[in-house]
């Protein structure tokens, strides 16, 4: 996959007859893949390619000043959008200029003219354009006349009748309910980021921990919990069990003194993981943050916690299709 950033590395030669997305595409969650889904279709009618066009940061934060947190980083959406087949993603820089420019001139001057686009899929929700005017009906009254294939998709709903949104999964990780998250998502909920150094302190006690670099990551509460870590990304094909630490290590650290981090202890892995890249499922929590009287009953608990994350493994309790794992990993 690749990726163009700006309006200005639009250019019509760049393209393969291409069949077009638009959104933030937050999470890519089980609607937006939904979405994913008919444009690949529509590429493969158009013997061309699938081409998503999303935003550096949520235009809300330009809009309306400030926006809700991201579900997924930059980085952590192109990794996944890699992973629903997608050819080229256009990442453009949501700004004051872009956030003025009407509907009909984006559908003309970058849809059809920038990118040449051969069709179009719009999102049940999609808006774009100055004021948020332009939508799939905007979409075919603008493109159609020039030959440019328009559909639409309906939105997705859970047996509940509630629609998939990313504003869903911020509610359901706010409140912890990852298993609901990951219902939404169609995976289970994951943290994605670089390994980077941090004190030591996990291999002092005898437990190393990757700490993880998220670039604005949505994560739940503090606390401990359980899951699967992918090393390196899928291509590497190494996923293990892992716990891992949300928190600010109040043994260590007196509380509200220490900024919250993300660690995490992947048992039995040996090697180098600094500078490696960690897409960590979550499947449960399996403690509250504490503070302890010291080291020796800091790591009684940590011992206490990896022996339960593999019961929950073992037993059954947790089983998900984790990408890049190998199927269904228990």
């Known amino acids: 996959m690749r990726t163009l950033e700006g309006l200005g590395a639009l250019r019509r030669e760049r393209f393969r007859r291409p069949a077009v997305t638009l959104g933030v595409f937050d999470g890519v969650h089980r609607g937006h893949r ?15 390619e699938v081409v998503v066009v999303t935003f550096h940061v949520h235009p809300k934060a330009v809009t309306h000043g400030e926006a809700p947190p991201l579900v997924t980083s930059l980085r952590h959406r192109l990794h996944l959008l890699r992973r629903e087949g997608v050819d080229t993603v256009a990442v453009l820089r949501f ?3 872009l956030r003025e420019m009407g509907a009909e001139a984006f559908a003309d001057d970058v849809l059809a003219g920038a990118i040449g686009a051969g069709g179009v899929v719009a999102g049940h929700d999609t ?3 100055r004021d948020r005017r332009g939508d799939a009906a905007m979409l075919r009254e603008r493109l159609a006349p020039l030959g440019v294939l328009v559909e639409s998709t309906e939105p997705v709903r859970m047996a509940d009748g509630e629609i998939v949104s990313s504003s869903a999964i911020r509610a359901a990780v706010a409140r912890g309910d990852l298993a609901r998250a990951g219902d939404l998502l169609g995976r289970p909920p994951a943290l994605f980021g670089t390994v980077v150094r941090g004190d030591g302190r996990g291999r002092s006690l005898g437990f190393p921990t990757a700490n993880l670099d998220l670039e604005g990551e949505l994560r739940p509460g503090r606390g401990v919990y ?3 870590a992918a090393i390196g990304g899928e291509r590497d094909g190494a996923a293990r069990p892992c716990v891992v630490n949300i928190g600010g290590r109040p043994t260590f650290h007196p509380e ?11 048992p039995d892995w040996e090697g180098d993981l600094y500078g490696r890249t960690l897409e960590v499922f979550l499947l449960g929590k399996l403690r509250d943050e504490r503070r302890f009287d010291g080291p020796d009953a800091l790591r009684a608990q940590i011992a206490a916690d990896i ?24």
Do not use: C, Q, Y
């Open 127 to 129: 808006r774009f354009g």
């Open 95 to 97: 700004d004051r200029d």
């Open 34 to 48: 939904a979405v994913l889904a008919r444009t690949r279709e529509m590429a493969a009618r158009l013997n061309g």
């Open 226 to 228: 359980g899951g699967v």
């Open 256 to 266: 509200g003194s220490r900024a919250e981090t993300v660690e995490a202890h992947v």
């Open 307 to 330: 022996a339960e994350m593999r019961r929950r493994f073992r037993d059954g309790e947790w089983r998900a299709d984790v990408p890049g794992a190998g199927g269904t990993w228990t």
